[in-house]
């Protein structure tokens, strides 16, 4: 149900009218010969918020940014709309007390009674995880649309396209809600479409596994791996990256796989943002560490490809060192003033941010030249500087501050 308020955003009420209805007591639902309307009057609180009465008796209010209002208006409508249908189907003849009973889901055989699916088009859960995913947003209603996807996978699910079954788990992974079996039916249906998606849905599918993870999961990655290789020369240098990054947090990504994407970085990385960048040079270096830590040596033609990347990133790095230190410092500024939130915030990003600086200064102590690494190690000098007084703020006052929003892909 949804209630209008005056200059404070749109209330979104989980009631027995949306999926909550469906998901969780559907069956009684359809076998009560008492079932109420769903439309109630509306009261008026003190602060002048209209508020839709009927609620499901678990349900709260919760505050919603206006980027959502167009979705739950359009959401509430067309549930008014189908609303005399579905009363229609949801009035049975009349059954026993015995037939009764045994359809309640805790029935005394002590099996569950299948609910019915909800009445919910697959573009509508993508819809609600792609906006909800990017304000960051959680409630219970990822969990009761994850019970339904997975209980009606061939409603849903395997109606998907490879764009929609991307999105969806973005959105999942984006607020890193926790549904293992929700994942393992979208890399099922992903690996059954597997050649249908781009190069960038690959990249961003693959990421959301790595941000959500479950067991079982590794045949999935080297199935996504294994096409995205078989593009490798498709995909945008952002994708690229995105999708190296996310295998090597699960660490299963391979050097010859970074061999095969660093022609799509060549003569490119002046183009990536700082952030990608790094990400470029700290998958590079997992990579070779495993390799290593293997006993195999790379051949030719992969450590040339490493050779070259360094050689192009060399510069680009010790120029942005520079720029970085003068953010961080005057994020150390903001944040030591006490009234700046934001600068707490920023300063605890960029103390997360210099893991990744001393990751690509160890790929060039490793594997670079002698004389790009001292370049690259008096150019971090400084900012090593920083991140050490951040990091002493961090254990003070910084405590009390809270982390910052979720990674994306990018």
């Given amino acids: 149900m949804l209630c209008a308020t005056s200059g404070r955003g749109l209330r979104l009420l989980w009631s027995r009218s949306l999926l909550g209805q469906h998901a969780g007591a559907a069956c009684q639902a359809s076998l009560s010969t008492a079932a109420a309307s769903t439309g109630k009057a509306s009261t008026s609180t003190p602060t002048g918020t209209s508020v839709v009465d009927g609620g499901s008796d678990d349900g709260e209010a919760i505050a919603v940014d206006p980027p959502l209002q167009d979705l739950f208006v359009r959401l509430s409508k067309d549930h008014a709309a189908t609303a005399s249908t579905r009363a229609?189907?949801?009035?049975?003849?009349?059954?026993?007390?015995?037939?009764?009973?045994?359809?309640?889901?805790h029935a005394a055989s002590g099996r569950s009674a299948?609910?019915?699916?909800?009445?919910w088009s697959p573009e509508y859960f993508v819809s609600i995880a792609h906006d909800l995913g990017h304000l960051r947003h959680y409630h219970r209603i990822w969990h009761k649309m994850a019970s339904a996807l997975v209980?009606?996978?061939?409603?849903?699910?395997?109606?998907?396209t490879p764009k929609?079954?991307?999105?969806?788990?973005?959105?999942?992974?984006?607020?890193?809600?926790?549904?293992?079996?929700?994942?393992?039916?979208?890399?099922?249906?992903?690996?059954?479409?597997?050649?249908?998606?781009?190069?960038?849905?690959l990249a961003q599918i693959t990421w959301a596994l790595s941000e959500v993870r479950y067991p079982g999961m590794h045949s999935s990655l080297e199935a996504f791996a294994r096409q995205a290789e078989a593009v490798a020369a498709e995909f945008e240098p952002k994708d690229a990256v995105t999708l190296m990054a996310a295998l090597?947090?699960?660490?299963?990504?391979?050097?010859?796989?970074?061999?095969?994407?660093?022609?799509?970085?060549?003569?490119?990385?002046?183009?990536?943002?700082?952030?990608?960048?790094?990400?470029a040079l700290s998958a590079t270096g997992t990579a070779l560490a495993k390799t290593s830590r293997a006993g195999v040596a790379g051949t030719h033609?992969?450590?040339?490809?490493?050779?070259?990347?360094?050689?192009?990133?060399?510069p680009l790095l010790v120029g942005r060192a520079g720029a970085a230190e003068a953010a961080w410092r005057e994020q150390?500024?903001?944040?030591?003033?006490?009234g700046e939130g934001g600068g707490s915030d920023a300063a605890l990003a960029a103390h997360g941010e210099w893991h990744e600086w001393a990751r690509a200064r160890e790929l060039f102590g490793a594997h670079g030249s002698?004389?790009?690494?001292?370049?690259?190690?008096?150019?971090?000098?400084?900012?090593?500087?920083?991140?050490?007084?951040?990091?002493?703020?961090?254990?003070?006052?910084?405590?009390?501050?809270?982390?910052g929003a979720c990674a994306a892909p990018a």
């Fill in 88 to 105: 229609a189907k949801a009035k049975p003849a009349a059954l026993s007390a015995e037939a009764l009973t045994a359809a309640r889901p």
């Fill in 114 to 119: 299948r609910a019915e699916p909800p009445d």
């Fill in 151 to 160: 209980q009606f996978p061939d409603r849903f699910l395997y109606r998907m």
């Fill in 164 to 201: 929609m079954l991307t999105e969806l788990a973005v959105g999942y992974a984006q607020v890193k809600v926790q549904e293992p079996q929700l994942f393992r039916e979208i890399a099922h249906h992903a690996r059954r479409c597997i050649r249908a998606f781009s190069p960038a849905q």
């Fill in 248 to 279: 090597a947090a699960l660490n299963e990504l391979e050097l010859p796989s970074v061999a095969r994407f660093l022609p799509v970085l060549s003569g490119r990385l002046a183009k990536l943002k700082t952030p990608l960048l790094l990400s």
């Fill in 301 to 314: 033609a992969e450590l040339r490809a490493v050779g070259g990347l360094l050689l192009e990133a060399r």
């Fill in 332 to 338: 150390l500024a903001k944040a030591g003033g006490r």
């Fill in 370 to 403: 002698k004389g790009d690494a001292d370049a690259v190690m008096r150019a971090l000098a400084p900012l090593g500087e920083v991140a050490a007084q951040v990091k002493a703020w961090k254990g003070g006052e910084g405590d009390a501050a809270g982390g």
